[in-house]
């Protein structure tokens, strides 16, 4: 499988530098050259098996050439293995149309670890064969640091550094980041919000001369390896609630359109997806284009659900790209005048073919009332970010069983959870004595010279 960028300007990669590389030269994201897509028979054929073989036989057709199944096997057994739930990503059903995907199982408790305990495999994979370096630059809302913390803490190889808002992130979220202290693993506190770190990231990649000197590579959503691993967990619960033979829709809490995304390929694959419902707190710009073609930033207004507390989501280009026909220069032109102007009329022709796609806007009150009512109807304690997606799930109208993802554990937020039902998560025993661990991170200001200063200090260069 070929890999091409979303603004059409970039080399043409194979799956293994993809997945390496992150950001196109270009700007623009790494996208398949085309759709692989099964037959009936060959997903109703994927039904009844383990999660480690369902992933193999999704992701085999995009990894042809870098990687073949018995690779594929050997890395997901590795980091499934990792999960505590020897369903990796349990469903459970709330009512008769109702379920929740548990995607949280894994060793950082929230959905960020299906993707990136495969994707550390894989660097270090890819690394050990080419025998090179990387330096892995990353802005974090908060679950993606700690997950990619936990998956390459160690792996020789490999540096991290990882950005997140300064007194933006959870405590528990902080912790699992800053108490893992090996030596290849920094963490940056900037002075800023998400964007101002994702922008960092972006403008660091961006930076042709800095980029020249030190070999940088992404695991924000940028990186398509991600996506591709998020795909695997809409066959497998899709599956389990009768597809091939019935439609599912889903509800997802989105901030970055990564998870969400991973379902739109999912479909494109042939799974049959009624809907996918884009859920989003009051940080509202994917519900606006969605709902009205007015793609336009506004402030972000931190919330409860901070992975979420987004405004430019990066994986929306790689739809809008489909969207606008795989047209790579209409792309290019309108990616620039959004990162001009910070707005964006989509056209009616591109929205009128995102018709999978619905959304919900869920305000605070909705989400704390979502998780009164699943605690008292279920048993259920959800986190503030599951909590808006089954707001979203219960207000959407169709007939098809609705799954929505359950992105993290609620221990994540306990101060939000207890504030909303009364009750304090505990933390899994695992993870008990996080709050006593000790923490290293350092504080810089929020612009690229002292960002790229304090990398330049701890990357190894080429
Ligand atoms: C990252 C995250 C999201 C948003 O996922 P995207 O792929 O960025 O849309 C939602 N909920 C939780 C708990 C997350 O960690």
Redesign the pocket.
């Known amino acids: 499988m070929r890999y091409v960028s979303t603004r059409g300007a970039a080399p043409i990669l194979d799956f293994q530098a993809a997945t390496l590389a992150g950001l196109a030269s270009d700007g623009g994201l790494y996208v398949p050259e085309a759709w692989p897509r099964f037959s009936e028979a060959e997903i109703a054929a994927m039904a009844g098996r383990s999660y480690v073989e369902v992933a193999v036989r999704v992701c085999a057709p995009f990894t042809a050439g870098a990687l073949d199944e018995a690779a594929l096997r050997d890395v997901f057994t590795r980091a499934y293995g990792r999960f505590a739930h020897a369903a990796v990503v349990p469903l459970k059903q709330l009512d008769h149309r109702h379920f929740l995907l548990e995607l949280f199982h894994g060793p950082t408790l929230?959905?960020?670890d299906v993707a990136l305990q495969s994707l550390g495999l894989l660097f270090e994979r890819f690394l050990g064969q080419s025998g090179q370096h990387i330096t892995v630059i990353g802005a974090t809302?908060?679950?993606?640091g700690s997950a990619a913390i936990d998956a390459l803490a160690g792996r020789s190889g490999v540096e991290v550094c990882m950005l997140h808002p300064h007194g933006r992130v959870s405590e528990v979220q902080r912790r699992q980041m800053t108490t893992v202290l090996d030596a290849n693993i920094h963490n940056i506190a900037i002075d800023g919000n998400f964007d101002d770190a994702q922008a960092i990231v972006k403008a660091m990649f961006n930076d042709a001369a800095f980029a020249a000197r030190f070999p940088l590579a992404a695991v924000n959503?940028i990186n398509w390896a991600r996506l591709l691993f998020q795909v695997v967990y809409y066959f497998t619960s899709a599956l389990s609630l009768g597809a091939p033979h019935r439609a599912v829709s889903y509800a997802?809490?989105?901030?970055?359109?990564?998870?969400?995304?991973a379902g739109y390929v999912a479909a494109q694959m042939g799974l049959p997806i009624e809907r996918l419902v884009v859920a989003t707190n009051r940080n509202d710009i994917l519900h606006r284009a969605l709902t009205s073609g007015d793609y336009s930033a506004g402030t972000v207004a931190p919330t409860d659900?901070p992975?979420?507390d987004?405004q430019v989501?990066s994986?929306f280009e790689r739809l809008l790209f489909d969207l606008s026909g795989r047209d790579a220069a209409a792309l290019a032109a309108a990616m620039a005048e959004f990162e001009a102007t910070k707005k964006l009329a989509l056209p009616q022709a591109w929205l009128a073919k995102a018709d999978l796609f619905t959304s919900a806007r869920v305000d605070a009150d909705e989400m704390a009332d979502t998780m009164r009512w699943a605690l008292a109807n279920t048993g259920e304690l959800l986190?503030p970010?599951?909590a808006i997606g089954l707001a979203a799930a219960r207000r959407d109208s169709g007939t098809a069983p609705m799954v929505t993802l359950a992105?993290?554990h609620p221990a994540?937020f306990p101060a939000a959870v207890a504030a909303a039902t009364g009750v304090h998560p505990d933390l899994p025993a695992r993870l008990a004595d996080l709050m006593t661990r000790p923490e290293r991170y350092d504080i810089a200001p929020a612009n690229l010279q002292a960002i790229e200063a304090y990398v330049a200090q701890r990357a190894k260069a080429k």
């Open positions: 929230a959905f960020k809302s908060g679950d993606t959503s997802v809490p989105t901030g970055n359109f990564g998870d969400v995304f659900a992975s979420m987004i989501s994986n986190d970010h599951t992105t993290a994540k």
